[in-house]
T-cell receptor, first 114, second 114 residues
Framework: DAKTTQPPSMDCAEGRAANLPCNHS???????VYWYRQIHSQGPQYIIH???NNETNEMASLIITEDRKSSTLILPHATLRDTAVYYC???????????????FGQGTILTVHP | NAGVTQTPKFQVLKTGQSMTLQCAQD?????MYWYRQDPGMGLRLIYY???????DKGEVPNGYNVSRLNKREFSLRLESAAPSQTSVYFC?????????????FGSGTRLTVV
């Protein structure tokens, strides 16, 4: 799986949009971009994923650049409960060797302030 | 809507004791997984079950056994606990083994072996 680079920490004011960047310059054509988060003392939580196109769900939006070398996770209206470590992962879900494999890097600690 | 439920939440064992960690999901997912998470080591896959009736080793299977009891339940057994197995254990499930749509995690079992 391709390596990802994320800023170690970010701050955001409650109610504002949180934009979390991720670089994945060595991504290959079959690899998807996934975002998970982990709130302190809880299990990881899947947020969103995408291959080429921008994606949106009830939790967030994912913007992937045209060259696919970077992406941004957007939490449109951050709340205090969004304070967590956010992980950007690049993986190819096809093939048996990928089953269950989630390589979390250091992630970005997002702190949402009142 | 419980998702993935793990029991117990906390456990202290003496070296050499055995125990079984229980996991159940109510999302009708086909695939289930066991991970351990240690500080600085990220998330490591212990065993997985791609579908009911099958189990396979992950990255760190030594010292563990698993049972896919039915489609809902996937248990992890430590036959003779060692201090090196002190960790936080997460169970997860996914609709398909590739996890294309993301993995759903339980809240974890914090195990200490003394």
């Amino acid at each position: 799986d391709a390596k990802t680079t994320q800023p170690p920490s970010m701050d955001c004011a409650e109610g504002r949009a949180a934009n979390l960047p991720c670089n994945h310059s060595t991504i290959s054509g079959n690899e998807y971009v996934y975002w998970y988060r982990q709130i302190h003392s809880q299990g990881p939580q899947y947020i969103i994923h995408g291959l080429k196109n921008n994606e949106t769900n009830e939790m967030a939006s994912l913007i992937i650049t045209e060259d696919r070398k970077s992406s941004t996770l957007i939490l449109p209206h951050a709340t205090l409960r969004d304070t967590a470590v956010y992980y950007c992962i690049v993986r190819d879900p096809a093939g048996g060797t990928s089953y269950g494999k989630l390589t979390f890097g250091q992630g970005t600690i997002l702190t949402v302030h009142p | 809507n419980a998702g993935v439920t793990q029991t117990p939440k906390f456990q202290v064992l003496k070296t050499g004791q055995s125990m079984t960690l229980q996991c159940a999901q109510d999302m009708n997912h086909n695939s289930m997984y066991w991970y351990r998470q240690d500080p600085g080591m990220g998330l490591r896959l212990i065993y997985y079950s791609a579908s009911e009736g099958t189990t396979d080793k992950g990255e760190v299977p030594n010292g563990y056994n698993v049972s896919r009891l039915n489609k809902r339940e996937f248990s992890l057994r430590l036959e003779s606990a060692a201090p090196s197995q002190t960790s936080v254990y997460f169970c997860a499930s996914s609709e398909v083994p590739s996890g294309t749509g993301g993995y759903t995690f339980g809240s974890g079992t914090r195990l200490t072996v003394v």
